[in-house]
């Protein structure tokens, strides 16, 4: 928040994600969701370091993102040169603990609680909604233009980043559960008081669970938009024609333009499901390629944006392993923009590093390894480009 006399004073910076009070994710992230920083004014600093009317909104973002850092343990004054065989056990507990509480607070209960999930990831709420949903018939539950619910942008985008993020968080939960014991205790650390802990156990079985059941619930509620599109359709409301209308103005650029490596056509003639065939070009890594994917459309887009999965396997940086597609439209309202980020993602061969695009963790660590380690990635999608043509 702002104060009136902004920007001469800092802004007011509170932490949302604490469990109610009870989840201390960082040394300078308090459970009460006090940020303790210099620029804030909340911390004593170094001259230099204390908040200036020059600053804004993107410092403090940056400084609040430096905290997040691999090793919390040191940002707390007083343990950034805590270096013994003691210190060093504090700084994994620390780590493991933040490790856990991040799945289970900061991914999966947010998840849940839009998924309609009841606590603890009960299967019959899944069942329950599922049965209801299916009770129209086949199509949908259509809504009129004035009916449309409001999305909320903020859980699509969490959906859409956990099905990219899906296979590193079972790699991590894996991991984790091969080397901690179920129900151990967190560790409270030196500096954490009372009040201002993160207490808990260990239970990387009930976090896997959750996190499988949260990717079925999405994959179903992907597939469902199908069937609403179909009552939309009926309806003649204008998302539907609007959606049609763009399709078959992709296709006759895509024939003007003379390109062939791409093919597209609605399946079912239903416009909220599009079929996109890659055929790679020559002399690029994918030459010699045919990978099919679906594209599946929300009745409510672009609130809600389009979900990619690819048909083909790859073995490809930004396809992960379940084939589920990253990519970043330049914008987000328009499919043309769909079609030629979901290609540049595809055909880029030098992306420069960025973990928001880590998908598929064999791949990354692969791609940017050693030079053998790149020779390992071409040798692997060569493969899967040459089966893909089979």
């Not at 059941?213 to 024609?241: D, M, P």
């Not at 590093?353 to 060569?382: C, I, M, Q």
């Amino acid at each position: 928040m702002t104060a009136p006399d902004y920007p001469a004073k800092p802004p007011s910076v509170r932490a949302l994600t604490t469990n109610k009070g009870r989840c201390r994710f960082n040394p300078n992230i308090y459970a009460s969701g006090k940020v303790c920083l210099s620029i804030l004014g909340t911390w004593r600093g170094h001259p230099g370091e204390e908040w200036s009317s020059a600053q804004g909104l993107e410092s403090i973002l940056i400084s609040i993102q430096s905290l997040l850092s691999n090793n919390p343990y040191e940002n707390e004054p007083g343990y950034e040169n805590a270096h013994t065989a003691e210190d060093k056990e504090w700084k994994a507990s620390y780590v493991e603990k933040i490790r856990h509480e991040n799945l289970r607070i900061a991914v999966i209960e947010p998840l849940e609680s839009s998924l309609g999930i009841l606590p603890y990831g009960s299967t019959s709420a899944v069942s329950e909604r599922a049965s209801e949903e299916d009770d129209d018939g086949g199509e949908g539950q259509a809504l009129s233009e004035d009916d449309k619910p409001v999305v909320d942008q903020f859980a699509d985008l969490r959906k859409r980043r956990f099905l990219w993020y899906f296979d590193s968080y079972i790699q991590t939960i894996d991991a984790a559960d091969s080397d901690i014991s179920l129900k151990r205790k967190f560790q409270r650390m030196p500096f954490e008081s009372q009040g201002n802990t993160m207490d808990g156990h260990f239970d990387y079985p009930e976090l896997r669970r959750r996190v499988v059941l949260l990717r079925e619930k999405i994959i179903y509620e992907t597939h469902n938009w199908l069937s609403e599109g179909l009552g939309v359709k009926k309806q003649e409301l204008s998302i539907a024609s609007n959606l049609q209308r763009q399709y078959e103005q992709i296709v006759e650029d895509l024939k003007r333009q003379k390109n062939f490596a791409v093919d597209l056509e609605l399946v079912d003639t239903n416009p909220f499901l599009w079929a996109f065939t890659y055929f790679g070009r020559p002399m690029s890594h994918l030459d010699g390629g045919i990978f099919r994917f679906k594209i599946y459309i929300s009745p409510r887009f672009p609130d809600e944006q389009p979900r990619v999965f690819v048909e083909t396997p790859i073995f490809h940086i930004r396809v992960s392993r379940e084939g589920v597609l990253c990519y970043s439209p330049r914008r987000t309202d328009e499919m043309r923009y769909h079609i030629e980020a979901i290609v540049a993602a595809l055909e880029e061969e030098s992306p420069p590093y960025d973990p928001r695009t880590t998908v598929h963790p064999e791949a990354t660590k692969l791609f940017w390894g050693s030079t053998e380690d790149r020779k390992k990635y071409n040798r692997a999608l060569r493969q899967s480009v040459e089966k893909s043509a089979e």
